[in-house]
């Protein structure tokens, strides 16, 4: 009951500490004959590695995927697909300081309270390194996903007080995806990117951290995903985005902004278009119901701040119970929300390949 | 793989169509020895029931639980808990002139498209009426959870654009639970709740709907519930609130505002009070890395505006694929807001009890 | 964690205890579409239920079952289908001796070392009345499988000394059904069936019980159905039967006789037969490697003699910690064999219904 | 959906083909603070080693198993425990011959049927080599049983026709674990094992095998181990041991020999012994009810002859149709027997600790 399993069928399972040995899964349910592109999942994974620009970390993480089982001749066997990528720039020195005391916001304090454990170096199972093999399975789900036409972006939104209109009508705009990847901060429009950029940089400057938005997309979902209980389409969504370090809140659709709409405008009138049924507004976020429409599915995902900043903070010394203040001096990220990009989508990915999957069951 | 199941060791498996026979559930891994006040466990459905005021859908529904198996003498007995409720008001011909076409934002359309067979009679299985067993369930689990020392609150702190301002420091308030239940929309402020009662009457003359938020709030969580990777606590707790009808958004602690937040700003001391560890702000809202920290938990639910609607409505008729003009006539809520916050108190609690029982094994 | 599903897409939970109000349960993840023939359903609980003739206990229970979802007009609507029983012919003071003395190889004493309740009339959740909720799904498996052309057949091959040969070459004969019903043993060898049937009487009168073997066969299942490692086909299957009250082995193909064979007799050659690839002999049970072979899949299941024998018995008295000397008077069973051939057919039917579904996803 | 994972709250997963890149799995839910003894780990995996000795197949594997997660300092931190051993001594030109043939009783043909994919090299998922896995995780589960003062044994009880007598009253003995060493095959009589020893070096001789039956004990389980209904110990007993490669059969207790016996029999009284309360014969086998009593459990295990045999056999080649005769030239066992020891008492201890886990929730 550990919780490191995610999916029903396409099914994640993953291992590793930062600063451990080695971080890596197993990904169960991949149907056989499936070919897989290995350096889509590298470039993927890059896109989420430290180091990648000046914004970013400067920790230098290779991040090379080894391939253990699973795949032959470049296709699933349909066997587990195992995989790890060793940890090679373990610099525990670093953290030094910060051995005993709690750092503020972080998960040091709460995982000694339950595991009665202190893992000194890092965050050990709580740091973002985990999301490797979440990059690594998603990439894979999404190899899938193409092969039913299904395809997933997502991109920055807001950082701080700059943000991108999320909403124009009835959707967030799918973006050519270079426009993305040719922003230092993953945001599709240029003069917002360059702000979000200057800001950032502004911070690390100071010391401090801001948090964001980043806006999921997916387009080509057919009707008829999601089951209509609890395993709704939007509640796995969410918990695979909250299931995110860092995540505070999810919407989909016209999300929180709903709570305050009549129904009379919120309703999203069915009209036929192209000889098929859909409708004219997407208040729904391609959902009702927890059951997909075939209309495009968004949605937006809260980041916090970054926790590690290099300002002082007070905090408490867990060896003497003391008031202490510190500095940290670690290698981090002003800003997680460019990294967390393919996080997002491939979370995102997971979700719709496993219901993808339960939903060819339902009927005779 | 139906979804119908939630939780991992305290579980709840439901089942049940509006206009069936019966709606109910069976809640398995519920200890043994508990004691199970049958009167509390109607008095929450009775929260929840149709019919209970003027605000509310005059359906009157009496939801009297049936107990099947596994409490003996007023105490479990660790075996499944089986009950249901027997449906008594069905009157189909209330929803007559809908049958063949697509309600807009209902969940007709998707539920023909993924099963192939249309249900014509209400929703069927996406009808909030399977919230019933929820409810059921919910109420064994806050009993469980009183045991521990664990107490869960909510209430309405929006409804259309009259809101409670939700967030004083460090967390929203505990309200006594008398100021919820005598407002009739559940906000425990009683000049606010005059404003929403005022708006919501004012929305069913015009035969038009709202959405609004629920806030919920969970105290006495001892630090160290929750997994560090896909069960994060509060990934749990989205995802059980955003598989509630009608819910559109999660956020928990500073929510969607971290987002525009500095590091500086949003990380909590921790400080020292009446000899233990505590932070000084919340902002994590009670859950750092996904674990509870010993602080109070709060998080807020959005809801959309009822899709049904007594206004004359657009959309397609499934038989003749012709574009139709229509409006409904069944008995519906303007707004599902009150009777949806025992439903959001339930679902936590079946959350924060499964989560208790599971860290009762990670420790030697 | 309570161990009361089975299953993991055609799913079924079940709750209820002997003498408490209902037994029941809920199917999840039967395909809509499916015509449901409740008269077979009956038909199958009714070769189940105690009273059918003088060598069966003479409890007299109706064992109507009562549908309460997923089921229209005669047709599976995909969602949960919840039944219940209720209890009827509950006589608890039949009992009443034994309410504090631990009945020899019942589980009265475990059940009370579990879980610190003595649940004192009759045997609680661990009653074969449970097995109620196993045959109704079974049936609906059965319904399912048919569809798909598969079919199982379960007859009782051994009573006390008396046997059928039950292993000819290349497997157990396909009886017709009527064969097997018209024995009140449900051995399809009128001879054997004779013999079988004076010992049991015999026993009856002189209050001793007996154990008896049924076998299982299973036609028209494809090459493919099961998975490599730990969910094996045959796994599956023995887990199932080993699940049902008394029973204490499980074999399949040359079972325990393959100790003793050479692998050159034992092997099984692949031949061409009517041009598909088939084998000779069938040792392997019609499953090799875990993975059906597209021949007959067949198995035996051990069944030791009922514990409650009316003649007199040395046991402990849980009250009072002394040896008393006691015996029963209830109403039971002198062998459950002929009762018992339903619910290995509906428990081999669960499993194959699920691994025809697991198998329609290994594949792009 | 795949199969590849074992167990509720002590839970591994596995991956890995033989003949690829590694063998590995991750086990979930194993308690923090466990000290690991890593040799213990070792010397169980080199017990179930190619090479041991001249009566096994002489593929001499190392099998180290390599460390990734989840341990620091040598004791547990209550993340996930990620391990491998990297295949080494692949040998496909071995194997040269069978490329299309499809090898009697070997899963080549269900593996092309079942994924539409021909692993040629070896026998891919379906490998015994993937029981590396269960074996570390098992020697992980017995040293948290030890922790409990559970502990398991398993020796050789059958090959071909020598047997051991294994059924002594009450229950089969429980022998000084060098007596089990010291033997060849696992037999810890040792005129019993001269026999065994001479009957396969006779069998390799002329290139045939055996099968044969491993018994399994398992000494100091708390009464209250197991679930009444699906999940009785025994059933997942069962499950764990047919889920090992050429299993064919299992029975406890009194097993197939209780379909013969009389009630009168086969119950065990009741008695008090050294002031507490135990049964004076065994033929429960240490469960009742699916429970466990609190005395010995034990149980049979039957193994069918390996396939592989170096006489000419018939077969079809998978290309052209055709039938062909062939010999294997592959490195083999004759007997799987010995090597299959440690893999009975690895799948019993991650059962147990299974359940003793799953037990502490029962009760408030």
């Keep these: 009951m550990a919780g490191s399993t995610f999916g029903t069928i396409f099914k994640l399972t993953t291992f590793g500490e ?70 090679t720039d373990q610099k525990p020195a670093d953290y030094a300081l910060n051995r005993s005391i709690y750092r503020p916001s972080h998960s040091d304090f709460v995982y000694e309270q339950k595991y009665q454990i202190r893992d000194e ?16 399975a998603g990439a894979i789900a999404q190899l899938l996903l193409k092969e039913w036409g299904i395809q997933i972006q997502a991109y920055t939104t807001q950082i701080g007080p700059y943000g991108l209109n999320a909403a124009p009508t009835p959707e967030p705009l799918w973006y050519p995806p270079a426009s993305i990847e040719q922003s230092l901060v993953r945001c599709p429009d240029a003069s917002v990117s360059h702000q979000m950029e200057q800001y950032i940089q502004d911070l ?19 009707a008829g995903l999601g089951e209509p209980v609890f395993d709704k389409l939007h509640a796995d969504l969410g918990k695979a985005m909250l299931s995110i370090n860092a995540v505070k809140g999810f919407e989909y659709g016209s999300g929180f902004k709903a709570a305050t709409m009549l129904g009379s405008e919120h ?41 590690t900043i290099k300002l002082p903070q007070q905090s408490i010394d867990g060896l003497t119970n003391q008031v202490v203040e510190f500095t940290n001096t670690g290698r981090h990220d002003a800003c997680v929300i460019p990294r967390a990009v393919p996080i997002v989508q491939a979370m995102a990915a997971l979700v719709i390949a496993d219901h993808y999957l339960r939903n060819k069951l339902v009927r005779l």
């Design 18 to 87: 930062s600063h451990g040995q080695a971080i890596g899964g197993i990904i169960e349910g991949c149907p056989a004959g499936l070919t897989i592109d290995l350096d889509f999942v590298q470039a993927e994974l890059n896109r989420r590695r430290p180091g990648q620009n000046h914004l970013v970390t400067p920790r230098n993480e290779a991040d090379q995927v080894q391939w253990l089982s699973g795949i032959k001749n470049g296709k699933t066997l349909g066997t587990p697909i195992g995989f790890l990528v060793f940890n």
């Design 121 to 136: 170096n890092g965050g050990g199972r709580s740091s973002a390194r985990e999301t490797i093999s979440r990059v690594v």
């Design 204 to 222: 690390q400057s100071k010391g401090d951290t801001t948090g964001g938005i980043i806006t999921g997309l997916i387009q080509g979902v057919p």
């Design 267 to 307: 309703n999203d009138p069915f009209v036929i278009s192209n000889n098929h049924i859909t409708t004219s507004t997407n208040h729904s976020g391609g959902i009702q119901g927890g059951i997909s429409n075939g209309s495009a599915i968004y949605f937006n995902v809260a980041f916090k701040p970054v926790s």
